[in-house]
């Protein structure tokens, strides 16, 4: 008996999740996403793109946007893209520069992250909230740069990202800032703004804690910012699980989750890391409202 109400009440929990982070989100009149470049990625052997083999020995090239979304309550970053200064920062967590050229990888950072703000006529001080899919070091390299911004974060990404040592590709110098900065620890899904038009949504697997952004534009639509749930457009298509992973099983279950609403809203999906997706995106100063 109890058994079976365990199994029940958890189908109910995952029901009502689904609810609220679909029928419940509406359009807010004002709401826009702009895309910013935040460096790239290119690989000469992509394998680690999947633990199954289906990416080894396959070139690859990356996009590594941050977004940055207008909402009439005040502005939110999700994501703070590569660092500048990429081979002091990745010389903790992941091999130093090198090793990384030997590997046959090769990163950079994009245009200084003011300038693309003040674009846009905003300094960083202008940014209410700051947000990030999952704090790796190619989605915090900005981070720091707001100081002023309350800080969302999943509690349990946080602390795997603290852990000694840190885990792989985590440089938790990138994100010190949440520190002193003001908090929003959350535990799962949040409604950023209060009025469901700007949704994380937690999709852990390739962290513990990783997340993707559902938004609801009034004139495009919903998007969905997979975060790293997917790295290619042929790893969304063929469920590839990166061999950088932290749960197998809890990836596998995040996709399922976040395809399904993706459907129940008809939600654009954009693979963060997809330069195809990327290219599809408005560059500044335009946007997706």
């Known amino acids: 008996m109890q058994g079976r109400w365990t199994t029940a009440a958890r189908a109910f929990v995952a029901a009502a ?24 990625a ?11 083999g289906a990416q080894d020995g396959r070139p690859a090239r990356l996009a590594n946007p941050c ?5 009439p309550a005040g502005w939110l970053l999700w994501d703070a893209g590569l660092p500048p200064q990429l081979p002091a920062a990745v010389t903790r967590g992941v091999p130093p520069a090198d090793m990384l050229r030997e590997l046959g990888f090769r990163a950079w950072a994009g245009p200084p992250l003011a300038d693309q703000l003040r674009a846009l006529s905003l300094k960083p001080n202008d940014i209410r909230y700051i947000a990030f899919s999952h704090l790796h070091f190619d989605h915090t390299g900005n981070a720091n740069l707001f100081p002023g911004a309350t800080w969302i974060l999943q509690r349990a990404e946080l602390a795997w990202a603290l852990a000694e040592p840190p885990p792989v590709s985590m440089v938790p110098e990138l994100f010190s800032g949440w520190r002193s900065a003001d908090k929003r620890m959350i535990d799962g899904d949040a409604d950023v703004f209060g009025d469901g038009s700007v949704r994380i949504l937690r999709a852990p697997g390739h962290t513990p ?3 993707v952004l ?8 919903s998007v969905l910012l ?7 457009l042929e790893g969304r298509a063929h469920g590839h699980v990166p061999a950088v992973n932290a749960d197998r099983a809890a990836t596998l279950a995040s996709m399922e989750r976040i395809e399904t609403i993706a459907r129940r809203t008809g939600a654009r999906v954009v693979v963060q890391h997809a330069p195809e ?8 100063p335009a946007f997706l409202e």
């Open 42 to 52: 290119e690989f000469a052997d992509f394998g680690l793109a999947s633990d199954t």
């Open 17 to 40: 999740g689904l609810w609220l982070a679909c029928g419940a989100c509406a359009a807010a009149p004002g709401v826009r996403l702009y895309t910013l470049d935040c460096g790239g």
């Open 226 to 232: 997979s975060g790293d749930l997917y790295l290619t």
């Open 67 to 71: 977004f940055l979304v207008r909402h």
């Open 277 to 284: 997706d990327f290219n599809l995106l408005p560059k500044l």
């Open 214 to 221: 559902l938004l609801r534009l009034a004139g495009g639509g």
């Open 209 to 211: 804690g990783s997340s």
